[in-house]
């Protein structure tokens, strides 16, 4: 009897092996293996021979290069982090909303879920880079209004006043870039159900309540998920600053890998802040409730 | 007698008086429920609210298009002068064509269209199984395969691409458009760890009956992943399908790593190389803004146009789709 369930476990354990055994294949050979082997390479300095590829350890070399004896990887990453942390919170609100608008029942909002998945289809390519350079990204809003001199009033001299400017500057860019999020919400939307509403309405909640007590709190899970996804698709566009210091690095092998993993290290350390920071706020809010 | 009376007439009037005052509250009361509404989110002033929300949010999305639209079809003699900004006065087709011959359209349409198919089929497949084994079966180490899986979503290209090159030039693949597609028969290439993970999603939301029955049935795991939870994952195919298609398409990081001065490269490589080229003579000043911007608006247009077709024709299902894949639990 015994063997015959040891038997059925194993049996299962086999299936299921089989099942992720391709992806496990893949990740190793796409994966796991560059990873290792860029590390190893930006401990090295790499020499392409003819018929083959000469390593020369140098240990810390290029690290030190990058980290402390030049400032072109601070000068790049410096403006771009700020430009980030005002935009990922613009990112976010505006999906949510938009997809909360969405569910609403409204004639016509087939259409218009048709037009808001439209930026999905554009935001990954060149083509979105071309409508920036057109200047279609700019509503042009703070000339007219003379924002900027205001803002340049409240923000004073800190170096906070350029990313700011800068994400108003290309509202229309961060909508671009909230495609994704906004089919993300919309799916998580569907998975609260009707009757939450209902019997919240019947307890005399006004919507504004029913927000924050029903609504946010489900959704809680599809923010940190759209936060991930944010970031990770922010720092990996292959327009962003970094990505031009990585394509005209110096050419070296070990050099760029170098680049390459400190990069990496810095989105981890990022993610891991942003993900500390959205678990301290969610747990306020929760024991603020209680 | 006439006292009597008075006081009937009197009461009669005040009665009508109340009527009349209470028919007015009703009237108040209708107009301001069709205003507002019994409940704020059906009145007349939430619905033009959301109107004109979603109207000024759809025109940033369609302006950037149409007037691309616009100002390939533009002559140079529209384009300079200001008075003319929607509606060029005669439909020019030279920049289109000069965009078509630039791309060698036919030939970089049809070898982007083999690849982000067969990186969206296989996407479709390879993506179904692992996550159907992260939702549903067992495996050994199991926790860890799913960090993995969680750190293959987070690594951006840029770190792998290096060594990969070299591991392809190695392989004698470098330069060939088999590079872009091998690693989709496993569940790679572009994000597809994030296909892996809505497929997992997906089979989460299912009920386990279906899989018990099928248990006692004895039939085994593949028989009945292709046979019941494959096709039952129609949503989640429709939106990996469509993503895969769409992104591979877009895709210019991978294509310019893996094929660098290849001859035969897909459309939006043609597309962005075409863009740098424009973007250098427009700097050397050999040609002026007015001339390289309606090419590269007709390029972008022929680069996009394919998508956005496929686009149009799925998306009453992608949209359907969205909502039932339960992406996320």
Request: overall charge positive; charged content about 15%; proline content about 5%.
């Amino acid at each position: 009897m015994k063997k015959r369930i040891l038997k059925g476990k194993t049996m299962r354990n086999l299936e299921g092996s089989l099942f992720i055994l391709p992806w496990l294949l893949g990740f190793m050979a796409f994966l796991a293996f560059p990873l290792l082997f860029s590390l190893y390479m930006s401990f090295h300095n790499v020499k392409v021979l003819p018929f083959q590829m000469k390593y020369d350890y140098v240990g810390f070399k290029y690290f030190k290069s990058i980290l402390f004896e030049s400032s072109a990887l601070y000068d790049s990453i410096i403006p771009f982090f700020q430009e980030a942390i005002v935009m990922i919170p613009v990112i976010l609100v505006f999906s949510l909303l938009i997809a909360i608008l969405l569910n609403q029942k409204l004639r016509g909002r087939m259409l218009f879920r048709a037009i808001f998945f439209l930026p999905v289809i554009f935001s990954t390519g060149y083509v979105l880079t071309e409508f920036v350079n057109q200047g279609e990204g700019s509503l042009g809003f703070l000339e007219r209004y003379e924002l900027s001199s205001y803002l340049n009033m409240v923000l004073g001299d800190s170096s906070w006043t350029n990313p700011i400017k800068q994400v108003l500057n290309r509202f229309v860019l961060v909508l671009w870039f909230s495609g994704v999020q906004i089919i993300l919400f919309l799916a998580g939307r569907q998975t609260i159900s009707a009757s939450a509403y209902e019997s919240a309405r019947i307890d005399g909640a006004s919507p504004w309540e029913v927000f924050w007590k029903i609504t946010l709190p489900a959704m809680s899970p599809f923010i940190l998920l759209n936060l991930i996804y944010t970031v990770v698709d922010l720092f990996t566009y292959p327009f962003n600053p970094i990505m031009d210091l990585i394509g005209n690095g110096q050419g070296s092998y070990g050099y760029n890998s170098a680049l390459v993993w400190i990069y990496f290290m810095i989105i981890i350390i990022f993610l891991s802040v942003v993900l500390l920071f959205y678990v301290r706020l969610s747990r306020n809010r929760s024991g603020a409730r209680r | 007698m006439s006292t009597k009376l008075d006081l009937v007439k009197s009461k009669w009037t005040l009665k009508r008086g109340l009527g009349r005052k209470l028919g007015m509250k009703n009237k108040v009361r209708k107009v301001r429920y069709a205003l507002l509404g019994r409940e704020i989110n059906n009145g007349l002033v939430f619905k033009l609210f959301l109107y004109a929300i979603f109207l000024s949010t759809s025109y940033i999305y369609i302006q950037p298009v149409l007037k691309m639209v616009v100002k390939m079809l533009m002559n140079g003699k529209d384009i300079i002068d200001p008075t003319v900004t929607w509606i060029p006065s005669t439909l020019y087709m030279g920049h289109l064509s000069a965009a078509w011959e630039v791309l060698k359209y036919e030939k970089s349409v049809i070898i982007s269209i083999i690849v982000a198919l067969l990186v969206a089929v296989f996407h479709c497949i390879s993506c179904g199984f692992a996550g159907y084994a992260f939702a549903r079966l067992e495996f050994p180490f199991k926790r860890i395969a799913f960090v993995l899986l969680l750190v293959a979503f987070i690594i951006p290209p840029q770190v792998v691409v290096l060594p990969s090159i070299l591991a392809y030039r190695w392989a004698g693949l470098d330069n060939s458009l088999v590079s872009l597609v091998i690693p989709a028969l496993f569940g790679f290439g572009v994000k597809g760890s994030l296909f892996v993970i809505i497929y997992r999603q997906f089979f989460m939301t299912q009920p386990r009956e279906l899989e018990e029955a099928a248990k006692i049935d004895g039939a085994s795991a593949i028989k009945f992943y292709l046979k019941v939870m494959f096709p039952l994952a129609k949503p989640a195919i429709i939106v990996v399908f469509l993503f895969s298609f769409v992104w591979t398409w877009n895709d210019t990081y991978m294509p310019r790593m893996f094929l660098g001065g290849a001859e035969d490269v897909p459309l939006a490589v043609q597309m962005s190389r075409l863009g740098q080229s424009l973007d250098n003579l427009m700097k050397a000043s050999e040609m002026p803004a007015y001339l390289a911007e309606p090419i590269k608006m007709a390029a972008s247009f022929l680069t996009i146009l394919p998508p956005l077709l496929l686009y149009l024709f799925a998306q009453r299902y992608f949209v359907e789709s969205v909502e039932r894949t339960g992406l996320v639990e």
